[in-house]
């Protein structure tokens, strides 16, 4: 679970799957699959991403696909276009709003 904690995002199925990705902006890698569960390690990574302040995201077709490859690799070539623009979402829900002076 404190792999969880430190994840950038947690990709779920509302109730099934669970998968949580780590990236790195100054790997240059691809996001990194650190921990997934199913049915009750599930519940408990989506409880753990709550308690921890990380976005829980659901995307059942990207969560089943997700969980099917291995722990602890790199996402793969065909997940990157899905996976940044969840990134992307993430990363301005984190980016405080500039006030705007009228």
Do not use: C
């Not at 199925?13 to 100054?26: F, G, R």
């Not at 302040?53 to 089943?64: D, G, T």
């Amino acid at each position: 679970m404190k792999a969880v904690k430190e994840s950038t995002v947690v990709v779920v199925n509302p109730t099934h799957y669970a998968v949580a990705l780590l990236y790195s902006k100054t790997s240059g890698g691809a996001p990194q699959i650190v921990a997934k569960g199913m049915d009750d390690l599930a519940a408990r990574i989506r409880e753990t991403a709550g308690e921890a302040k990380v976005p829980v995201v659901s995307n059942p077709p990207l969560a089943r696909s997700l969980y099917k490859l291995p722990l602890d690799t790199e996402i793969p070539e065909e997940f990157w276009k899905p996976v940044a623009a969840i990134i992307a979402y993430v990363v301005k829900l984190k980016t405080p709003k500039r006030m705007h002076k009228p």
